[in-house]
């Protein structure tokens, strides 16, 4: 007989025969009823005591549990790592194990105590369903892991733009992705929103386009325009003439300026400094050359009869 069963045997024997007979012998002779219970919990002090074996055993084989799924997860990782596996996945991934070890160290130990396996299993199904029915949403957030995790529309490093926030890449956790933003805020986005979102992946190909719109007055010549902006596009070190050479042409007449319309290409990690440089240096060539800067203005004719 286990120690499982025979605590239970002496509970049913504490439940059924020896509750009445306290109940009785209290009502008759409470020295009786006090002699009875002490043999009770006597008995099942004894149990307990020999069952510590079993909980010594037990909770040996928990520590060693733990520090056997740390070692499979500092193994699992250096492989990764040595795979070339991009560390947000890897994150994932070891989150995912992590908890999967935790699990199995939990049944082993439970095993050693006696406990029935169909016990355990019914134990398991009937906390999985209540967890799943309780955290729908976080259930819809480890799906949406897995869908980044194979789709791949992102990888660590990689600047983006989900809708909801635009910055780099830092992490894939089980439930979040964890993004960086330019002014240094950490965001956490739920996997389900990002799986479910449009997302705009501006690192994942080596070159970018740079576009601008240039206003000048009607006044000034856009061919001198064009070509004072084409002459500082050519010019700047970090513009590529593939897979374009600059553009610039006139794009729109608007109410009060010309908008001439100026495409030029680098590098992606190069996009915000040809932005900037490029717009301080036409502004000021078109200051040392006369060309008007025009501003929103309105123009009233008076007629006279």
Same mark, same amino acid.
């Given at each position: 007989?286990?120690?499982?069963?025979?605590?239970?045997?002496?509970?049913?024997?504490?439940?059924?025969?020896?509750?009445?007979?306290?109940?009785?012998?209290?009502?008759?002779?409470?020295?009786?009823?006090?002699?009875?219970?002490?043999?009770? %919990?006597?008995? @099942?002090?004894?149990?307990? #005591?020999?069952?510590?074996? &079993?909980?010594?055993?037990? /909770?040996?084989? !928990?520590? +060693?549990?733990?520090?056997?799924?740390?070692?499979?997860?500092?193994?699992?990782?250096?492989?990764?790592?040595?795979?070339?596996?991009?560390?947000?996945?890897?994150?994932?991934?070891?989150?995912?194990?992590?908890?999967?070890?935790?699990?199995?160290?939990?049944?082993?130990?439970?095993? %050693?105590?006696? @406990?029935?396996?169909?016990? #355990?299993?019914?134990?398991? &199904?009937?906390?999985?369903? /209540?967890?799943? !029915?309780? +955290?729908?949403?976080?259930?819809?957030?480890?799906?949406?892991?897995?869908?980044?995790?194979?789709?791949?529309?992102?990888?660590?490093?990689?600047?983006?733009?989900?809708?909801?926030?635009?910055?780099?890449?830092?992490?894939?956790?089980?439930?979040?992705?964890?993004?960086?933003?330019?002014?240094?805020?950490?965001?956490?986005?739920?996997?389900?929103?990002?799986?479910?979102?449009?997302?705009?992946?501006?690192?994942?190909?080596?070159?970018?386009?740079?576009?601008?719109?240039?206003?000048?007055?009607?006044?000034?010549?856009?061919?001198?325009?064009?070509?004072?902006?084409?002459?500082?596009?050519?010019?700047?070190?970090?513009?590529?003439?593939?897979?374009?050479?600059?553009?610039?042409?006139?794009?729109?007449?608007?109410?009060?300026?010309?908008?001439?319309?100026?495409?030029?290409?680098?590098?992606?990690?190069?996009?915000?400094?040809?932005?900037?440089?490029?717009?301080?240096?036409?502004?000021?060539?078109?200051?040392?050359?006369?060309?008007?800067?025009?501003?929103?203005?309105?123009?009233?004719?008076?007629?006279?009869?």
């Amino acid at each position: 007989m286990t120690n499982t069963e025979t605590v239970k045997e002496v509970a049913e024997t504490t439940a059924t025969e020896s509750l009445d007979a306290i109940i009785s012998s209290a009502i008759n002779s409470p020295e009786e009823a006090t002699d009875k219970l002490g043999i009770i %919990i006597s008995a @099942i002090t004894d149990k307990l #005591i020999d069952m510590l074996p &079993s909980f010594g055993l037990a /909770a040996f084989v !928990l520590f +060693l549990g733990i520090l056997f799924s740390k070692l499979i997860l500092h193994i699992f990782k250096k492989c990764m790592r040595r795979a070339n596996v991009d560390s947000a996945a890897e994150g994932f991934l070891s989150s995912i194990i992590k908890i999967l070890l935790y699990i199995l160290t939990i049944i082993i130990t439970l095993s %050693i105590l006696n @406990i029935p396996m169909t016990s #355990i299993i019914a134990m398991l &199904s009937a906390a999985g369903l /209540a967890i799943g !029915l309780a +955290l729908q949403n976080s259930l819809s957030n480890l799906a949406g892991g897995f869908i980044i995790l194979f789709s791949k529309p992102f990888k660590s490093g990689d600047m983006i733009d989900t809708g909801s926030a635009t910055g780099t890449v830092e992490r894939i956790n089980i439930l979040y992705t964890k993004i960086l933003t330019a002014d240094n805020k950490s965001v956490y986005i739920p996997n389900g929103t990002v799986a479910n979102s449009q997302i705009i992946n501006y690192s994942e190909q080596d070159k970018r386009r740079v576009d601008f719109e240039f206003g000048i007055s009607y006044n000034d010549d856009v061919e001198t325009a064009k070509s004072i902006i084409l002459e500082i596009a050519n010019r700047h070190e970090l513009v590529l003439n593939d897979p374009e050479p600059p553009f610039a042409r006139l794009g729109v007449q608007a109410e009060d300026s010309l908008q001439i319309t100026v495409r030029v290409w680098t590098l992606n990690e190069n996009y915000w400094q040809v932005k900037y440089d490029i717009t301080e240096l036409v502004n000021d060539a078109f200051a040392e050359n006369g060309i008007t800067v025009p501003f929103r203005q309105l123009d009233v004719h008076i007629q006279k009869d």
